[in-house]
């Protein structure tokens, strides 16, 4: 057996260095024990052009790069005390790329005083997506991103499902479809720097400063559980 990467922390994807690291045979399942993140007031993964690229989150990130086309699923359930404008946390993805740096990020996001599921799909640009969360929820939520297949091929998009966690039910609420364009084989894409890798983690981040006397310097605690990652068996 293909023994199992550690994780590292990092802060936002200055890791990429990770990518150059020389390829390595992994298990087709990945899990990991529970584990949390402590993300300062000042700490976000955004980008809006032309003014905005914040990159300094905490980010746990396995430690070896993964072969995108091998890439299948990554899931986790993700909690905290939400209680500030933009509290956030959940699942994080990096592709190096020729010109910029692409991610993900999906998972809770505090909005309008109550949390959210956001889902933020970034390349030259950004958009952000929320669908709202039960109140029975209690600020948790179990996400999921997998890659789309399509009569056994693995197409261009990335899936974001929110997992119910008693019955396995997927809820998919969110399409990316331009995320694998690097692994697909078509006579009108060329792609020129051949294989891809991916960076694959968890996170958190706290872009404002909590409201009340003496919180300018507190920090949110993001919880994960059951984060494991599968990979195509090929």
């Known amino acids: 057996m293909t023994e199992q990467p550690k994780l590292r922390l990092h802060h936002g994807s200055s890791a990429l260095a990770i990518s150059q690291l020389p390829p390595v045979k992994l298990p087709s399942k990945l899990t990991y024990p529970s584990l949390s993140v402590n993300a300062s007031p000042g700490t ?50 990096f592709i190096p790329d020729e010109d910029t740096k692409k ?32 109140e029975s929820a209690g600020g948790k939520v179990t996400i999921q991103v997998e890659r789309e297949t399509k009569n056994g091929d693995r197409v261009e998009s990335l899936w974001v499902y929110i997992v119910n966690e008693e019955t396995g039910e997927k809820m998919g609420i969110r399409e990316i479809t331009w995320w694998f364009r690097h692994d697909i084989e078509d006579k009108d894409v060329q792609v020129k720097d051949g294989n891809r890798t991916l ?5 958190g981040a ?23 990652v599968t990979l195509f068996d090929d």
């Open 44 to 93: 976000d993964l955004w980008r809006k052009p032309p003014h905005t690229d914040i990159d300094n989150a905490p980010t746990i990130l396995i430690s070896c790069p993964i072969d995108l086309h091998s890439f299948h699923s990554a899931k986790v359930t993700v909690s905290g005390k939400w209680d500030t404008l933009y509290d956030q946390g959940g699942l994080a993805l």
């Open 103 to 134: 991610w993900v990020k999906t998972g809770i996001e505090y909005v309008w005083g109550k949390p959210f599921v956001g889902t933020v799909a970034s390349s030259r640009w950004s958009d952000w997506s929320l669908v709202p969360l039960p």
């Open 199 to 203: 960076l694959v983690g968890v996170y």
């Open 206 to 228: 706290r872009p404002q400063v909590p409201q009340g006397e003496g919180r300018e310097h507190e920090e949110l605690e993001v919880k994960f559980e059951n984060f494991e």
